[in-house]
């Protein structure tokens, strides 16, 4: 099972973006997004990675952090097999690289999850 994101880019102040996270390789099929807990997290330079919300794999409950909430909102299409990560009002100190996991360690399972799958990251860049 491999995690794409896709969506990044430059965006200016108070503009807005939406990632793309999508499961692909022979055991896609095995393991649909929609059923696992999925996390997105970001990488500032020189900073640690910080979890931004997660999507629980149960009634897709949904948990953020403070510094993006009511900014940031996580969704699912379930025809598609992704996660998307909507953001708005976009300030500069959310310029990080953006990466999805998933937990496919626990069918259902509730957020934080145990993420053991990752995708290779996309970058979001957001200019003053």
């Not at 939406?18 to 896609?28: D, E, F, I």
Request: proline share 3%; net charge positive.
């Amino acid at each position: 099972l491999r995690l794409v994101e896709s969506g990044g880019g430059l965006v200016q102040l108070g503009g807005s973006l939406t990632l793309s996270c999508g499961a692909s390789g022979v055991a896609a099929k095995h393991y649909p997004l929609k059923n696992y807990a999925v996390g997105w997290f970001r990488q500032a330079p020189g900073k640690g990675r910080e979890e931004v919300g997660c999507i629980a794999g149960s009634h897709d409950v949904m948990t953020y952090a403070n510094s993006v909430e009511g900014r940031f909102a996580i969704s699912r299409n379930k025809a598609k097999n992704t996660v998307l990560l909507h953001m708005s009002d976009l300030k500069p100190e959310d310029t990080a690289v953006y990466y999805c996991a998933v937990d496919i360690g626990l069918i259902y399972g509730a957020c934080p999850g145990n993420y053991g799958t990752w995708g290779q990251g996309a970058q979001v860049t957001v200019s003053a």
